[in-house]
Each structure stands twice: as structure tokens, then as C-alpha cells.
């Protein structure tokens, strides 16, 4: 977890240094905040992992001679042929237009936002049997 953990910390130093050049640059604050608070989240992120990686120690990613079978093997279940994702995303886009067009397509984008995450939940809950 080491390598994570400097990396998020190399990045907030990284925004740190750019905050302080967009500041005597641009003199804009709404940029500057966003570049500082990303700084600031890159530095939680970072702090956290390096913090975590002390207390559980070194995972078998991070030894030189960990075999791969010392590896987690359970990642999840991940479906590879699911067609969910893209009503579930087309309706999540209407329901963002509809915040500027109209209140019912945010009505209607909301109801396909509801079909679409009951159909990707209960996906593989539906049985075998179609007839």
C-alpha cells in the first residue's frame, strides 16, 4: 500500500504547488479553491493509505517475494454480458437534462431511472425458465 499512499501524497504536493502558481497567475479564487481542496483530498486519500498500510502491513502485491497464490482470489461477481448499464445511464442522463429543460422529463427520466436500477439489481434473480 505504499506505493498507493506516496502516490496520492506526490499528488497533493503536486497541487500544492500548482494552487500557488494559479494564485499568482490567475488571481481567480473559485480556481484556486478547486485546485487547493483537490490538494487537500489527494492529501486524505494519501495520509489514510500510508496510515492503513502501517497498521495492516504489507499485502502480497508488495513483496518482492510473494507468490500468486498468496493473492485474494474472490474479486466479486461481476456480470460480463449485462445490458443494464446502458439504460441505467441513459436514464440518469435524462433525469440531468430534464434539471434543465423540463420538470417532466425529469418525471419521466426518473421512472426509467427506477425501471433500470430494479432490472440491474434483480438481474440474475429471475430464473431459468422463460416459458
Known sequence: MKIEG??????AIVFSIITVAYWLTAGE??????IALSGGLAFLAGFYILYT????GPRPEDREDADISEADVDYGFFSPHSWWPLPLAASAAMVICGLIFAPWVVA???VFLLISIFGFTFEYYRGTDLG
Do not use: Y
Request: charge should be positive; charged fraction near 10%.
Open 6 to 11: 506516496w502516490l496520492f501524497s506526490g499528488a
Open 53 to 56: 498500510g502501517k497498521r495492516v
Open 29 to 34: 479564487i473559485i480556481g484556486t479553491l478547486c
Open 108 to 110: 419521466l427520466g426518473t
